[in-house]
């Protein structure tokens, strides 16, 4: 009875959770499509009547978000590549070969990471606006090409992996290059997408640093574009809302499909290594 008890104290306490989460974004969503009278109308309406699916529309024609969404896609996709790749590389240097001072770069790298992000964005800025690469793809997926923390997921899973399945392939003759590429990440698959995940979101949603390297209208990002779009919508706030739906949805939808892959990989890379 006790068991009971606490089990049912305990999926209480979770709905609650997830309710208080997911009212948020159905508010959002709702209000997006609203009337402007709904909107700002007290008591709230939960139920947009009638649904107005104009408000998109009309946000689009506001506000070029289909370029936002462009540049949004390009510097996602290629800096989430970019870092997928360096990841995989770094970690199985660190996880299986063999270099003088190894332990004591790994050691210094993960220090890197109790350093607050806030400390290199002015060296950082500095460097671009030497190299003229403000305004520029390149300013905006180059200095996130590479992450620790990422390394440092794939090596715990390549360390994982038993040492026989090495010795097996250098046996038939595979090279580092081939074992890496054909037997190790798959076997991986869950830690990477884990990582590839966690970075396409954070590049997906970040502010800061796109706001600081763009000044044209043309590069910039949808959290950026949103931003600027609060001024021109003014007191719109079913346009506002239309426009957040527009940004946010597309990563939840990718979260929601690979969520079984995170959960995986962040269990096996926190257990095992």
């Known amino acids: 009875m006790k068991y009971l008890?606490?089990?049912?104290?305990?999926?209480?306490?979770?709905?609650?959770?997830?309710?208080?989460?997911?009212?948020?974004?159905?508010?959002?969503?709702?209000?997006?499509?609203?009337?402007?009278?709904?909107?700002?109308?007290?008591?709230?309406?939960?139920?947009?009547?009638?649904?107005?699916?104009?408000?998109?529309?009309?946000?689009?024609?506001?506000?070029?978000?289909?370029?936002?969404?462009?540049?949004?896609?390009?510097?996602?996709?290629?800096?989430?590549?970019?870092?997928?790749?360096?990841?995989?590389?770094?970690?199985?240097?660190?996880?299986?070969?063999?270099?003088?001072?190894?332990?004591?770069?790994?050691?210094?790298?993960?220090?890197?990471?109790?350093?607050p992000g806030e400390l290199f964005i002015i060296p950082n800025f500095v460097t671009l606006a030497n190299l003229e690469w403000i305004n520029t793809y390149m300013a905006l997926i180059v200095p996130w090409l590479a992450s620790v923390f990422s390394v440092f997921i794939v090596k715990q899973q390549f360390q994982s992996v038993s040492d026989d399945y090495y010795y097996a392939a250098k046996v038939d003759g595979c090279s580092d290059f081939m074992f890496l590429w054909r037997i190790l990440v798959p076997m991986s698959m869950s830690a990477i997408i884990t990582m590839v995940v966690l970075k396409a979101v954070g590049s997906w949603n970040a502010f800061l640093w796109p706001l600081l390297v763009t000044n044209d209208t043309s590069m910039r990002t949808l959290p950026v574009g949103l931003q600027a779009f609060t001024t021109e919508a003014g007191t719109r706030f079913e346009l506002l809302m239309a426009a957040s739906t527009f940004v946010i949805i597309p990563m939840v939808i990718f979260y929601l499909i690979f969520q079984k892959y995170i959960i995986r990989g962040i269990t096996n890379t926190g257990t095992k290594g």
């Open 5 to 115: 008890t606490g089990k049912t104290a305990t999926y209480i306490l979770l709905a609650i959770g997830a309710v208080t989460m997911i009212i948020p974004f159905y508010w959002m969503i709702a209000t997006s499509l609203k009337t402007a009278g709904q909107a700002v109308a007290m008591p709230p309406a939960w139920i947009p009547d009638p649904f107005q699916f104009g408000n998109y529309l009309e946000a689009f024609e506001v506000t070029p978000f289909g370029q936002y969404l462009f540049n949004s896609v390009i510097v996602t996709g290629l800096s989430t590549f970019g870092e997928a790749i360096t990841a995989i590389l770094a970690a199985f240097a660190f996880a299986r070969l063999n270099f003088y001072g190894k332990d004591v770069i790994f050691a210094v790298l993960l220090a890197t990471m109790m350093v």
